[in-house]
């Protein structure tokens, strides 16, 4: 299984930037699917992501500013980021909890991270 995230860049705080990550391989299911950040000397966080059922989960701090959505058809999730602001930088990580037809055991997946800047 393989993550391709897209979408990081550079934005003015107020501005906006999408984030995708596209799940690839010989998958079965997709149990959670979601974004992680993480800043210079601070842990790897949960930002946002759907869990089992679409249910989602939002760190509080972005609550009512970001948004996750998915399309299945696709095993593709988008993190929409409005209303940046400095302490949003980081690098963000597509995550997945996914079985795998050969296994059928569910496994954690990282993607490689985009980077997110924003600026004061």
């Known amino acids: 299984v393989q993550l391709q995230a897209s979408g990081g860049g550079l934005v003015q705080a107020g501005g906006s930037l999408r984030l995708s990550c596209a799940a690839s391989?010989?998958?079965?299911?997709?149990?959670?699917m979601g974004w992680y950040r993480q800043s210079p000397g601070k842990q790897r966080e949960l930002v946002a992501e759907f869990v089992t059922g679409g249910t989602t989960n939002y760190k509080d701090s972005v609550k009512g500013r970001f948004i996750i959505s998915r399309d299945n058809t696709k095993n593709t999730v988008y993190l929409q980021m409005n209303s940046l602001k400095p302490e949003d930088t980081a690098v963000y990580y597509c995550n997945g909890k996914i079985s795998t037809i050969l296994t059928y055991v569910v496994q954690t997946y990282w993607g490689q991270g985009t980077l997110v800047t924003v600026s004061s």
């Open positions: 391989g010989r998958i079965s299911s997709i149990n959670a």
